[in-house]
């Protein structure tokens, strides 16, 4: 069992920079892929990145590549999302979700464990 806890999320003007926490807890979370989604007013929730168990791969959605950088230090059950140049239409709930897979995909159904949300407001 894993449990998340994202943290970071807040208001910030168009061109600015944020990054996202997520916190776990549980021994086997450095074991677990990490990804980061968000849902948008109106919209379904999207992918935007994921990591390998070890960081050692990530991928990113086409909508935030060269913008958001995801990274990971297991020694603190933390991972990160690093947000800048961001856009009015970056605004959105974001989650963090484990895959104890441990392959970093884009899918939904393949993580087993989500976080609450931080909410992230760009304003133009």
């Known amino acids: 069992q894993v449990q998340l806890v994202e943290s970071g999320g807040g208001l910030v003007q168009a061109g600015g920079s944020l990054r996202l926490s997520c916190a776990g807890s549980g021994r086997t979370f450095r074991s677990y892929a990490m990804g980061w989604f968000r849902r948008a007013p109106g919209k379904e929730r999207e992918f935007v990145a994921a990591?390998?168990?070890?960081?050692?791969?990530?991928s990113y959605a086409d909508s935030v590549k060269g913008r958001f950088t995801i990274s990971r230090d297991n020694a603190k059950n933390t991972v990160y999302l690093q947000m800048n140049s961001l856009k009015p239409e970056d605004t959105a709930v974001y989650y963090c979700a484990a895959d104890p897979n441990a392959s970093i995909t884009a899918h939904e159904y393949e993580y087993s464990y989500w976080g609450q949300g931080t909410q992230v407001f760009v304003s133009s």
């Open positions: 990591i390998s168990w070890n960081g050692g791969r990530k």
